[in-house]
């Protein structure tokens, strides 16, 4: 019985250890990098640990170099910055083009910091702006914009490991999802393509869509189809990208489960010329996103088929034709056979 008193107590002071250790530190859930002048302009989402108050709060500072304005934020904060729970990283455009590679490059060197922080580029609003945002929200930013990855298909989500592996890789280079202020909240807003390390254009919602459906990365997606004068909505259940290279040709080929859930149309749903039909339209609008995507593939190598082809036959290459084989299955039509 003494031996059991004694664990437990030992356990309990444990506990009070590992607590009170907790509330002397900031933990940092975002930074957010700006530019001021020829100086970075930094702010940090200091998650609250404070029961009583649960909202967090923003640390900011200045610096000649990013590790000199990180330093300078602990000088400012009561409790030691810690950064072992930094999920993600939001840089203004302003200074992405000029000093990616700084930025990138110092915080691999922080040990504390995991590689795979989500790189977010803010190209309306400033990065601290974009926090600020989110802070009077009163909801963490991380979890708005996870969620918001989760459930789209017109973003596509970029880690810092992602994107140094991407650079340094031939023929691939990396994409980085562009997020916005939407009233009291922040969110995602498409992705920016990039070539030698520099932003080159911002995808429209189709071209964004397309490349997912490229990449294999269609999450959670519903199309309108267009039957004779009227649309129907295609919910895409499950969707399957198998990219095949040759020495000079690209072949895409994705297989689709689907169904239909909403239609205004005098349609028979049990008649397989019906659904055959449905599926043709529903495999040629696929197409039209793929196809808008693949123009800019003289741009950027952002889809990544140089590298397909390098991967397989060790051959550096400009010339290759791309072409499309799209399969959709219609494995559903819904609750009602008929139009009510």
């Known amino acids: 019985m003494k031996k059991i008193i004694i664990v437990f107590f030992i356990l309990l002071l444990c506990g009070c250890s590992d607590y009170k250790e907790l509330n002397d530190l900031a933990i940092i859930s975002t930074i957010g990098i700006d530019k001021d002048k020829d100086d970075y302009k930094i702010c940090m989402e200091v998650l609250n640990t404070n029961k009583k108050d649960s909202k967090n709060y923003i640390i900011y500072s200045k610096g000649k170099t990013l590790n000199e304005a990180i330093n300078k934020a602990n000088d400012k904060s009561d409790k030691k910055i810690y950064g072992?729970?930094?999920?993600?990283?939001?840089?203004?455009?302003?200074?992405?083009?000029?000093?990616?590679?700084?930025?990138?490059?110092?915080?691999?060197?922080?040990?504390?910091?995991?590689?795979?922080?989500?790189?977010?580029?803010?190209?309306?609003?400033?990065?601290?702006?974009?926090?600020?945002?989110?802070?009077?929200?009163?909801?963490?930013?991380?979890?708005?914009?996870?969620?918001?990855?989760?459930?789209?298909?017109?973003?596509?989500?970029?880690?810092?490991?992602?994107?140094?592996?991407?650079?340094?890789?031939?023929?691939?280079?990396?994409?980085?999802?562009?997020?916005?202020?939407?009233?009291?909240?922040?969110?995602?807003?498409?992705?920016?393509?990039?070539?030698?390390?520099?932003?080159?254009?911002?995808?429209?919602?189709?071209?964004?869509?397309?490349?997912?459906?490229?990449?294999?990365?269609?999450?959670?997606f519903s199309i309108p189809v267009k039957y004779k004068d009227k649309?129907?909505?295609?919910?895409?259940?499950?969707?399957?990208?198998?990219?095949?290279?040759?020495?000079?040709?690209?072949?895409?080929?994705?297989?689709?489960?689907?169904?239909?859930?909403?239609?205004?149309?005098?349609?028979?749903?049990?008649?397989?010329?019906?659904?055959?039909?449905?599926?043709?339209?529903?495999?040629?609008?696929?197409?039209?996103?793929?196809?808008?995507v693949i123009k800019l593939d003289n741009k950027s190598n952002f889809l990544g088929f140089k590298r397909m082809i390098y991967e397989d036959y060790k051959i550096k290459t400009n010339d290759y034709s791309i072409s499309t084989n799209i399969k959709v299955n219609l494995k559903r039509k819904g609750e009602l056979k008929r139009k009510i």
């Open 231 to 292: 649309y129907m909505t295609i919910k895409i259940n499950k969707s399957k990208t198998t990219n095949k290279a040759y020495k000079n040709k690209i072949i895409i080929n994705i297989n689709i489960d689907a169904y239909i859930t909403e239609y205004n149309l005098d349609l028979d749903l049990d008649d397989n010329k019906t659904i055959s039909k449905l599926e043709k339209l529903t495999e040629k609008e696929i197409d039209k996103y793929i196809k808008e």
């Open 84 to 220: 072992g729970h930094l999920n993600q990283l939001i840089v203004s455009k302003d200074i992405f083009n000029k000093k990616n590679t700084e930025i990138i490059d110092s915080f691999i060197r922080l040990t504390e910091v995991k590689d795979e922080i989500d790189l977010f580029l803010s190209k309306e609003d400033t990065a601290c702006e974009l926090l600020e945002t989110s802070i009077k929200s009163n909801k963490e930013s991380y979890k708005l914009l996870d969620n918001s990855l989760k459930y789209s298909s017109r973003s596509s989500n970029t880690n810092i490991d992602t994107y140094i592996s991407n650079t340094l890789k031939y023929g691939i280079d990396p994409v980085i999802s562009t997020i916005k202020k939407d009233k009291d909240n922040i969110v995602i807003d498409n992705i920016a393509i990039t070539s030698n390390g520099k932003i080159i254009k911002y995808l429209n919602e189709k071209e964004t869509i397309g490349y997912n459906f490229i990449r294999n990365e269609i999450n959670n």
